[in-house]
Nanobody, 119 residues
Framework: QVQLVESGGGLVQPGGSLRLSCAASGSIFSINAMGWYRQAPGKQRELVADITNNGGTNYADSVKGRFTISRDNAKNTVYLQMDSLTPEDTALYYC?????????????WGQGTQVTVSS
């Protein structure tokens, strides 16, 4: 099994910044990608950003230019730097890890960390 431990959420004013971290541990074999999803009340979970094992990144259009995803492969940790936050960024943010083992793909989720942007 894989455990994902998230940290860094909280309450911030519009225009502020937060940095989320997610550390993976357990039965880690061949990670394909790590990333962040979010889910606001009454909405579906959506991809925020992800990063592949070779450093390729993918961002939701709504966060491009404001959020930056990075990864420390040696620590199996992924970070999400969030700048210029708006109330629309308020959501529960979930860490996600995808890996392949013996040709089978697995997906793991963290428990989520709340980000609230409000004055």
């Amino acid at each position: 099994q894989v455990q994902l431990v998230e940290s860094g959420g909280g309450l911030v004013q519009p225009g502020g910044s937060l940095r989320l971290s997610c550390a993976a541990s357990g039965s880690i074999f061949s990670i394909n990608a790590m990333g962040w999803y979010r889910q606001a009340p009454g909405k579906q979970r959506e991809l925020v950003a992800d990063i592949t094992n070779n450093g390729g990144t993918n961002y939701a259009d709504s966060v491009k230019g404001r959020f930056t995803i990075s990864r420390d492969n040696a620590k199996n940790t992924v970070y999400l730097q969030m700048d210029s936050l708006t109330p629309e960024d308020t959501a529960l943010y979930y860490c996600n890890l995808k890996q392949t083992r013996w040709g089978v793909r697995y997906t793991y989720w963290g428990q989520g960390t709340q980000v609230t942007v409000s004055s």
